[in-house]
Nanobody, 123 residues
């Protein structure tokens, strides 16, 4: 069983940056591929970015390419999402998710989910 805890969300103005973190419990972080998803009010949960177990391969939604960067530090057991040039449409609850090997955009392929952290982009 893996428990995921997100942090770093908040209320920010358009154009600024924010970094989210996800800290899984246990010592098996490096054995999981990881991803970030988000869900805005009234919308379905959508894929943001994914990263392989070793961190060498990443995958992004078109809507965040060039603005967001997913990374991981397996020594620190932490997953990150660096979000730059934030827009109001990035407002959502952001979730981290873990799977044995999958880091694509299909939510049902992930085995573990965090509780989410709210990101609000507004002037």
């Amino acid at each position: 069983q893996v428990q995921l805890v997100e942090s770093g969300g908040g209320l920010v103005q358009p154009g600024v940056s924010l970094r989210l973190s996800c800290a899984p419990s246990g010592r098996t972080f490096s054995t999981y591929a990881m991803a970030w998803f988000r869900q805005a009010p009234g919308k379905e949960r959508e894929f943001v970015a994914g990263i392989s177990r070793g961190g060498g391969r990443t995958n992004y939604a078109d809507s965040v390419k060039g603005r967001f960067t997913i990374s991981r530090d397996n020594a620190k057991n932490t997953l990150y999402l660096q979000m730059n040039s934030l827009k109001p449409e990035d407002t959502a609850v952001y979730y981290c998710a873990a799977s044995i090997a999958y880091y694509g955009d299909y939510p049902r392929n992930y085995d573990y989910w965090g509780q989410g952290t709210q990101v609000t982009v507004s002037s």
